[in-house]
């Protein structure tokens, strides 16, 4: 009865995320099994900026994420914080697989603004909002992977700057400036295409 309460410690999950690296049978599920509490509150952080009534709930997203990790056959994460990374991007892709699928449609209702933030997205659009976060954030790694790759991991992943700094094998300090550029980067961003939609029109000369 007793046996239950023990929680494992990082070292264990960082043990089977290797196990699941090297493609080991069951080490998948087992890591699930043992994050699973973990895993919901990174997929209920990700919901809070969704469009209210989103036709995914936090377990469907957690289930889905699982799914497209098994068809990864063996991860590259290395440890505890590299694992929920992976499963936080793969939310963010799925997230993103529904905003485009519902439509196209949406986007026809002018600007979308996104203030980019360490809590939230808010938006009138929040479907194309999310497309067009994931449009910039992917124009952000092909001008500077490593700034990406910090976004991806403490604005989607929720990780703390020290976790970060650790899967990319960086100072804190290195994080903390990317991180901050990476944010106004991505502000600018958002607004050239806030631009680009509403002002259309505007030059036809």
Request: net charge positive; proline share 3%; aromatic share 6%.
């Amino acid at each position: 009865m007793e046996q239950r309460t023990q929680q494992p410690g990082p070292g264990d999950i960082s043990e089977l995320v290797r196990r699941w690296a090297e493609g080991r049978p069951g080490a998948l599920d087992e890591l699930f099994l043992r994050t699973y509490r973990e895993l919901r509150r990174v997929a209920r952080q990700q919901m809070r900026r969704e469009r209210p009534h989103h036709s995914l709930q936090i377990t469907a997203l957690v289930n889905e994420a699982y799914l497209r990790l098994v068809e990864q056959r063996g991860g590259r994460a290395a440890d505890r914080a590299e694992f929920f990374a992976a499963a936080a991007g793969t939310m963010r892709r799925i997230l993103v697989d529904h905003a485009r699928a519902r439509g196209r449609q949406k986007r026809a209702g002018g600007a979308v603004r996104v203030p980019f933030d360490e809590t939230t997205i808010v938006a009138p659009q929040r479907d194309a909002s999310l497309v067009a976060l994931d449009e910039a954030l992917d124009d952000l790694e092909q001008y500077d992977r490593r700034k990406a790759s910090v976004v991806e991991l403490r604005y989607f992943g929720g990780l703390t700057v020290e976790e970060a700094a650790q899967v990319l094998d960086l100072s804190p300090i290195t994080v903390k400036r990317d991180w901050a550029f990476a944010r106004a980067w991505l502000h600018r961003r958002m607004r050239h295409h806030d631009a680009d939609r509403s002002g259309g029109g505007r030059n036809t000369t």
